[in-house]
C-alpha cells in the first residue's frame, strides 16, 4: 500500500512569508496524480492542485505545486492570515486513494 | 451550483451499524463517481471506497472490507454508506465527496456527518 508522508507536521510563519510543504510516497505516484486540499476548522477539504501543478478553479497564483515521482511540494508564495490551515496531500493509485496526514500552517 | 448535502450526526452503540445519506444536486447525478472519506479527530483523511451511480459498481479499500455497502437510489440522486460491527475507533466525520470526470481527485465534498461510537 503506497503511503504519503508529509513534512514538517507544523510551519509556522508570518505573513508574507513563502511555505514550502512536502509529500514524500512510498511508491512512484502514477501518472503524477497528485492532488493538494486546505482544509480549515470545521470545512470539508477543499481542492488546490491536481495532477501535481495545476491549479483548481478560483485558486490564486499564490499556490503553486510542483514534483514528480514519489517527492512533491506545494508552495504557498506570500502569506495571508486566511492561509491559516491544514493541508493534504492526496494521490491515486491502482484503484486506492491515499492521504498524508498533513501539514500545519500557522501564521505568526 | 453542485451540492452534496448529507444527513445528520448519529449516535452508535458498539455493534451496531450506521447508514449516511449524500443527496446530490446541480449536476448530472450519473455522471460522476462518489467517494467516502472519514477523518478520525485530529486526523487526516481516510478513503474508504467508492461507487458508480450509474452501474451501482463499487470498490471499497481492504481496511473495510466485509462490513461497509455503498448503495445509491438514482431515483433521488443520493448515495449511501452503510457501515457495520461498529467500534469506538469509528468515531469520525464521514464525508462524500465527488471526483471529477477526467482525473482521480475530489473537485465537491459534503458537509460531513458525525458518527460517534459509544457504549
Known amino acids: 500500500e503506497l503511503v504519503l508522508t508529509q513534512s514538517p507536521g507544523t510551519l509556522s510563519l508570518s505573513p508574507g512569508e513563502r511555505a514550502t510543504l512536502s509529500c514524500r510516497a512510498s511508491q512512484t505516484v502514477d501518472s503524477d496524480y497528485l492532488a493538494w486540499y486546505q482544509q480549515k476548522p470545521g470545512q470539508a477539504p477543499s481542492l488546490l492542485i491536481y495532477d501535481a501543478s495545476r491549479r483548481a478553479t478560483g485558486i490564486p497564483d499564490r499556490f503553486s505545486g510542483s514534483g514528480s515521482g514519489t517527492d512533491f511540494t506545494l508552495t504557498i508564495s506570500r502569506l495571508g492570515p486566511e492561509d491559516s490551515a491544514v493541508y493534504y496531500c492526496?494521490?491515486?493509485?491502482?484503484?486506492?486513494?491515499?492521504f498524508g496526514q498533513g501539514t500545519k500552517v500557522e501564521i505568526k | 451550483q453542485v451540492q452534496l448535502v448529507q444527513s445528520g450526526a448519529e449516535v452508535k452503540k458498539p455493534g451496531a451499524s450506521v447508514k449516511v445519506s449524500c443527496k446530490a444536486s446541480?449536476?448530472?447525478?450519473?455522471?460522476?463517481?462518489i467517494h467516502w472519506v472519514r477523518q478520525a479527530p485530529g486526523q487526516g483523511p481516510e478513503w474508504m471506497g467508492w461507487i458508480n451511480p450509474s452501474s451501482g459498481a463499487t470498490t471499497y479499500a481492504q481496511k473495510f472490507q466485509g462490513r461497509l455497502t455503498m448503495t445509491r437510489d438514482t431515483s433521488i440522486s443520493t448515495t449511501y454508506m452503510d457501515l457495520s460491527s461498529l467500534r469506538s475507533d469509528d468515531t469520525a466525520l464521514y464525508y462524500c465527496a465527488r471526483q471529477v470526470r477526467t482525473s482521480y481527485y475530489f473537485d465537491y465534498w459534503g458537509q460531513g456527518t458525525l458518527v460517534t461510537v459509544s457504549s
Open positions: 492526496q494521490q491515486y493509485g491502482g484503484s486506492h486513494w491515499t
Open positions: 446541480g449536476y448530472s447525478f450519473s455522471g460522476n463517481y
